[in-house]
């Protein structure tokens, strides 16, 4: 509550510093929305969210890089989710104290961030040297693929999924 309350003291003096030396974002957001409205540019009365969503689909018609590119950040945050349950499933199996599995859990997402950190400033700078990014860059989702099914499915390398190892 603190820092909301403090971003909002400074929000306001940063309103209030642009006001004084003659710079109101309101005014321009002002003036570019009447003179869109005076053009015609809008294709619905209701705010233009028709307009929006017909702009995004010409875009994603006439790249189709970014629409390769917005499914793939789909598939990757549902694999994401999917090997975050998996996992979080898992875990409250084999470890049902909560306590116990709190700090497991904090202590695992933390070498989880120490990784990501090594592996996005040290080890693909030094292998994008060598290799096209494009080709990482497919690869990663590969991974997420393979532990999500390494998770769902035990049985794949052998291990019963039972949690007393037998």
């Known amino acids: 509550a603190i820092v909301l309350g403090g971003s909002v003291v400074f929000g306001e003096m940063a309103y209030s510093i642009a006001e004084k030396n003659g710079f109101n974002p309101e005014d321009e957001h002002n003036r570019k929305k009447q003179s869109k409205a005076k053009s015609g540019d809008l294709t619905n009365t209701n705010n233009g969210e028709e307009g929006l969503y017909t702009k995004a689909r010409d875009v994603f018609a006439r790249v189709p890089t970014l629409w390769a590119l917005f499914c793939e950040i789909l598939a990757c945050q549902g694999l994401s989710t999917l090997l975050n349950v998996c996992c979080v499933t898992k875990v409250s199996e084999v470890i049902p104290d909560d306590t116990e599995r709190a700090g497991w859990m904090g ?40 532990m999500t099914g390494l998770l769902a499915f035990p049985k794949l390398i052998g291990s019963g999924g039972d949690a007393n190892g037998d």
């Open 107 to 146: 202590r695992f997402f933390a070498t989880i961030n120490v990784l990501s950190c090594v592996l996005q400033f040290g080890i693909l700078p030094a292998t994008s040297s060598f290799t096209e990014p494009s080709t990482l860059w497919k690869g990663m989702p590969m991974v997420m693929i393979a």
